[in-house]
Structures are given as C-alpha cells and as structure tokens.
C-alpha cells in the first residue's frame, strides 16, 4: 500500500500542498483530478523521490522512504513526455528496467513479447523508436514502466496531446494493462471521463489557499 501522510510542499512563499493525505491499496488504480497549478504532479514527483517535502511522510507497506534515494524506491513514473531512449528498439526500451535488474535474455524477451502483445503491437519488438507515431510511442512508455513490475506506478498525463478517437483506444490498453499486471498506480488528469473509465477511484486535488469542505 502507498500512503501520504500530511504532506506539506512550498516554493517559496507559495503552499503547493497543504497537509495532503491520501492512500492507494495494493493493485489498485486510483485517479488524481483537480485544476491547474493545484499541485499533482508535484505530489507524484516527491513520492518518486524526485522532489523533497517541507513536511509531512510517503510510506510504502508501512515503511518510511520519505528520504529514500528514488532509485532505491521500486517506483516507476511516467510523464507526459514519453522519454523513450532514441537510440534503442522498442523491445530494447521496455527491456531496459529489466537489464537492470540482471534478468536473462530470455526472460526479458519473454516480458517484452507478453507487454507488447498487450497493447496490440506483437510485431514491434525491433522497431526503432524514432519511427513510432504518437500513440505507438506512448503505448510503448506504458509499457516499459510496467515491465520491471514496480510497487508504484505513477501517470502524470500519459495520454495528453492526442486527438479523442485516440485518446479513448489508448484508455482502453491502459486500463487493461493496468489490470493484467495488478499495478498499484496513481494516475494524474485532468480528464473525469478518462478518470473513470481507467481507475478504481477518483480523488480530487483542492487548491491549498482556497476553503473546502472536506480532507485533500
């Protein structure tokens, strides 16, 4: 289980987050909404390990990384940019995490074959990346994130800038593949449909200056 407990984050004189709490359960996909500027991706960037809190904790099965160095987290991030390796195949892209963790060629081959079946592109395995279209390249980044089979996956936008035909047949390999791996994830958007179709439950992101109602 991911959970945050209290986090408080500033740039300067500016609260971004404001004793922000939340909890996302084992293999669950829980969507993160709210507008612009209200701070999701810079919650998802200190539970990476990307950015330290002013206050507050990140806990993962009960223990505290709020300090753990990001490589030593198991957490897997995905930004708006895929941020694919230009100089690799697709297969030797979603490989790569698994490189890392001293896999054999075998296995890896295995893994890549199984994710790109997945996302409908069986036959991509020695494609270039720089060849790939938009939604090629993000089913790719997708999948490469998952293929080292993190505790956490965290998906900041990964569907913006395509056209909606795509946009909703891009959901739909998301949400399955999602499923198929049991990945615990926090997804940003700002989509409520895209939200719903792909996650388990939906929280809402409350500007840290202005009244609520409620908890963050």
């Not at 960037?45 to 490589?71: E, F």
């Not at 999602?178 to 958007?189: D, E, F, G, P």
């Amino acid at each position: 289980m991911l959970a945050v407990r209290d986090l408080v984050v500033r740039f300067g004189d500016r609260t971004v987050l404001d004793r922000v709490s939340l909890e996302v359960a084992t293999g669950e996909v829980v969507a993160l909404l709210g507008p612009s500027g209200v701070g999701k991706s810079t919650l998802l960037r200190v539970i990476a390990g990307l950015l330290t809190p002013d206050a507050g904790a990140v806990l993962l099965d009960d223990h505290d990384i709020t300090t753990l160095p990001s490589h030593r987290r198991n957490i897997g991030l995905v930004f708006q940019d895929e941020q694919l390796f230009p100089h690799l195949s697709v297969g030797q892209n979603i490989g790569f995490g698994l490189r890392m963790q001293g896999l054999d060629r075998t296995h890896i081959a295995q893994r890549v074959a199984e994710l790109l079946h997945l996302v409908g592109l069986d036959t991509f395995a020695d494609v270039p990346v720089t060849k790939l279209s938009g939604g090629e390249a993000k089913r790719v980044a997708l999948v490469r994130s998952v293929a080292p089979r993190p505790a956490v996956l965290l998906l900041d936008e990964p569907l913006s800038g395509l056209d909606r035909e795509l946009h909703d047949r891009l959901a739909g390999h998301l949400a399955r593949l999602l499923r198929a791996s049991a990945t615990t994830t926090l997804l940003v958007t700002h989509d409520r449909d895209e939200a719903a179709g792909i996650a388990d439950r939906l929280i809402t992101l409350f500007p840290a200056t202005s009244p609520r109602d409620g908890p963050p």
